[in-house]
């Protein structure tokens, strides 16, 4: 027991080293030197405990998708309302992307090297999966909660957040404007709950638009 306590502390201080030098150094000048010498362990430690370099990283991988799990379950309130739940949330959350810009540009960075290798691609489908099922759970919550019920099926407004949060998370990590980054969160955010709550539906709005594009094709 106690052996074993002492191997997870090794990979947790392993991994947590890791995303010190990928932070610092970036995924294309990440070496297993520069790891071991942050994790203060030689590199055959470092095999012992993930083999090689790629199943380190794609280890990284992992406890980034866990960790973003727990950050968005952490910044679920217990809101009244579904519109209320929403909002909190999507807000909440977003604190913890502009406090760590860094680690989005990490979890893109391995996401796609995960793509990548045939053998680690199933991480990236995991990955979104994960998050939808997170905030699936929050709305289902959010309805037993309030009485409400959200006008499309939850994991469609769920793939519908996650999806919007992942566009924002990319242009802010690229020009870090907070300010137009909120701009568009409130926007996203509005919009969610107007999906959530009825408002324009999708339905009617794609008929809307093929009807539209058939005429001017006409």
Known sequence: MVASAKNSEKRTEILAATIRILVRDGLAETTTRKIAGEAGVNQAML??????????????????????GEIARASAPAAPTLRATIAESMSAFWEHVE???????????LTL?????????????QQYAGYGAVVEQLVHEAEARSGESCAIPADEMARYIVGGLDGLILQFIS???EARARRDLRNLIAAAVALAEGGAGPERLWDESRKMRTEARS
């Open 47 to 68: 095999r012992y405990y993930f083999g090689g370099k790629d199943d380190l990283l794609f280890a990284v991988l992992q406890e980034m998708m866990h960790l973003t």
């Open 99 to 109: 406090a760590q810009p860094e680690l989005q540009v990490i979890q893109y960075e």
């Open 113 to 125: 090297y995960a793509l990548r290798s045939p053998e680690a691609a199933w991480l990236a489908r």
């Open 175 to 177: 020009d870090r404007d």
